[in-house]
């Protein structure tokens, strides 16, 4: 019998870009992670997408609607994360947030930081909100890759977990439907009382 926790994941994609929001240059980030998210799930999933300009109290008002509104069970956002004064993803975040995760944006920075120094200035954070999680991710598509997918080796061996290792079971444990990866991309990380066996 199918449950609610059966249903095919909802996830959310806001590109936060002033520029991009005004039609002066074409977005990268949605298609990126529309890209990355079609290889990398193995299960099921609906979009819903958003471009903004970078104005945290409409960044905040889309992360309310995409998931109080929408039903969004994850939430990833793309842009606004740096220390410039218009960078304000991280702020918005943290406000509609009832719990805060900062083992995403450590495991991101620490991703990057294998590239280049100025990682450190990133600030990209996640929050739960309700029965959902909000990630925030970098604004390049090479970045959004690395950062979900970690890094490998020259035989495809995993040498930084990439953070979307994490988020299947995230949402598991907040109520979330159960999604699965395809390995070969990234490798969904669940303790083994928590993997479900598929019947034959």
Known sequence: METDLDRPLKIGLVSISDRASRGVYTDEGIPALREWLGRALATPFEIVDRLIADE??????????????????????????????????????????DREMPGFGEQMRQISLRFVPTAILSRQTAVIRGRALILNLPGQPKSIRETLEGLKGPEGESIVPGIFAAVPYCIDLIGGPYAETHAGVVSAFRPKSAVRVRPT
């Not at 509104?69 to 939430?75: H, I, N, P, Q, R």
């Open 56 to 97: 945290r109290p409409l960044i905040e008002a889309t992360l309310i609607e995409l998931v109080d509104t929408a039903g969004c069970d994850l939430v990833l956002t793309t842009g606004g994360t740096g220390p410039a004064p218009r960078d304000v993803t991280p702020e918005a975040t943290r406000a509609v947030g």
